[in-house]
């Protein structure tokens, strides 16, 4: 099972920016799509973002374009969401996952494969605050 770890949550004012990183260790991501998700209190998971393996295209949120960034540096095994102009809505736990291999698909914005190929991880913290 692909298994990622991420990190580089944290807190930050409205308008301010994170980097998050997605890691893999013991595999190679190159094979997987890898989508970023988030879940607020109170609320479902949802998908902010995913990038293709085979040709790193990306996909994006309606509430997150022009914000956020997704990349991916299959040297270092690692996928990135660097985050930008954030608000207070975008405060939640962040989570990364393989959704499927080489291609996002369409459904990556609920998981896709993500409970076929590996199980979610601890997450990472973002909270927005004055």
């Known amino acids: 099972q692909v298994q990622l770890v991420e990190s580089g949550g944290g807190l930050v004012q409205p308008g301010g920016s994170l980097r998050l990183s997605c890691a893999a260790s013991g595999f190679t991501l190159d094979y997987y799509a890898i989508g970023w998700f988030r879940q607020a209190p109170g609320k479902e998971r949802e998908g902010v973002s995913c990038i293709n393996s085979s040709d790193s295209r990306t996909v994006y949120a309606d509430s997150v374009k022009g914000r956020f960034t997704i990349s991916r540096d299959n040297a270092k095994n690692t996928v990135y969401l660097q985050m930008n102009s954030l608000k207070p809505e975008d405060t939640g736990v962040y989570y990364c996952?393989?959704?499927?291999?080489?291609?996002?698909?369409?459904?990556?914005?609920?998981?896709?494969?993500?409970?076929?190929?590996?199980?979610w991880g601890q997450g990472t913290q973002v909270t927005i605050s004055p």
């Open positions: 996952a393989a959704v499927d291999t080489w291609y996002c698909g369409t459904g990556w914005r609920t998981g896709g494969r993500q409970a076929e190929l590996g199980s």
